[in-house]
């Protein structure tokens, strides 16, 4: 059973800053590549922003600029810094790592951006 486990979502002002963390073991981080999806309530599920194995970055053009992915090989966790955050970025977040035709999900963390 694949485990992805994510926190850091919550509450944040317009223009504020939230760090999500995604941990995951030790096979999945070396060759999974890992990132996040977002949902907001009647959307469909978008691509936030990705990272390989070897550390190639993809984002959304929504999110160029505000939110850095990133890898800790150390503590096998991918982070998604996000700043300047927005009302529109309200989302539930998950974690995802894939490779090939192999998907896994983590439970998901809600982030409101709201005054």
């Known amino acids: 059973q694949v485990q992805l486990v994510e926190s850091g979502g919550g509450l944040v002002q317009p223009g504020g800053s939230l760090r999500l963390s995604c941990a995951a073991s030790?096979?999945?981080?070396?060759?999974?590549?890992m990132g996040w999806y977002r949902q907001a309530p009647g959307k469909q599920r978008e691509l936030v922003a990705s990272?390989?194995?070897?550390?190639?970055?993809n984002y959304a053009d929504s999110v160029k600029g505000r939110f850095t992915i990133s890898r800790d090989s150390a503590k096998n966790t991918v982070y998604l810094q996000m700043n300047s955050l927005k009302p529109e970025d309200t989302a539930v977040y998950y974690c995802?790592?894939?490779?090939?035709?192999?998907?896994?999900w983590g439970q998901g963390t809600q982030v409101t951006v709201s005054s």
């Open positions: 995802y790592a894939e490779f090939t035709v192999k998907w896994h």
């Open positions: 990272i390989t194995s070897g550390g190639s970055t």
């Open positions: 030790e096979r999945i981080f070396s060759i999974y590549t």
